[in-house]
């Protein structure tokens, strides 16, 4: 009894799936999963990227939709953590999209202009979107613009090592409700240490290197929640 149940499973889902796969694609469907906050990549933007690419899917079996190359092709934009495209049984072709969180905005020495999410990955500048996070600029080298993600650092060589202090620093801001209200620009000098400018006040905090940063930012606080506050 229990072969021929399975049996007949296989022909009725055998059946199922050829039907299935002779529907033909109704359109595309774009779900952003965090579209309110972010707005680095449209619904527009990802089907035109699609139909670019793989012209007009409208039309087209399903059987015939090649996913797995779109999902490849999205997952490589900059802008774009995480694609994933399949087709549901009304015969539409899904695409959801999460995006990059962007942690700072970077103005390299060449004036170029582009984000850096908090793992490192570079997302090229929109003129759609401009978000309010931390401005970093000054003595940054304008090769890095080119990079997928910035090169951790070479301990032998030190390669990438502003970068990367600039990555945590910004992080470290980010995460602290006080530096991410009142800090709203980091300058790197020539020498590769860093100022500090926040949003009240004509000050210039003048912070060197990121050596014990969590360190300098401990007693920066407390200047500023016990000493300013008496002054």
């Known amino acids: 009894m229990a072969l021929f149940i399975a049996a007949y499973l296989f022909v009725v889902l055998g059946f199922v799936g050829k039907q299935y796969d002779e529907v033909l694609c109704k359109g595309i469907e774009v779900i952003i999963r965090d579209s309110i906050e972010i707005g680095l990549v449209t619904s527009v933007d990802v089907k035109n990227l699609v139909r670019l690419e793989y012209s007009e899917v409208a039309g087209i079996r399903i059987s015939a939709l090649d996913a797995a190359g779109m999902e490849e092709s999205l997952n490589g934009i900059p802008a774009i953590s995480n694609a994933q495209v399949y087709t549901n049984i009304e015969g539409k072709l899904m ?78 801001i980010n995460g602290n409700p006080l530096w991410k209200s009142q800090i709203v620009q980091v300058y790197v000098s020539e020498k590769g240490e860093f100022e500090l400018i926040p949003r009240v006040g004509s000050q210039i905090i003048l912070f060197g290197s990121a050596d014990q940063m969590e360190d300098k930012f401990f007693k920066l606080e407390t200047l500023y929640k016990e000493g300013f506050t008496h002054t």
Not at 127 to 134: C, E, K, R
Not at 147 to 167: C, K, Y
């Open 95 to 172: 695409i959801e999209i999460s995006q990059r969180t962007p942690l700072a905005r970077i103005e390299d020495s060449n004036h170029s202009k582009y984000y850096l999410d908090e793992h490192g990955f570079v997302i090229p500048a929109t003129m759609d979107y401009t978000p309010h996070i931390l401005h970093i600029n000054g003595s940054i080298p304008g090769k890095y613009r080119n990079e997928i993600r910035i090169p951790a650092v070479n301990s032998e060589s030190g390669e990438g090592s502003i970068m990367n202090d600039l990555i945590k620093m910004a992080g470290y």
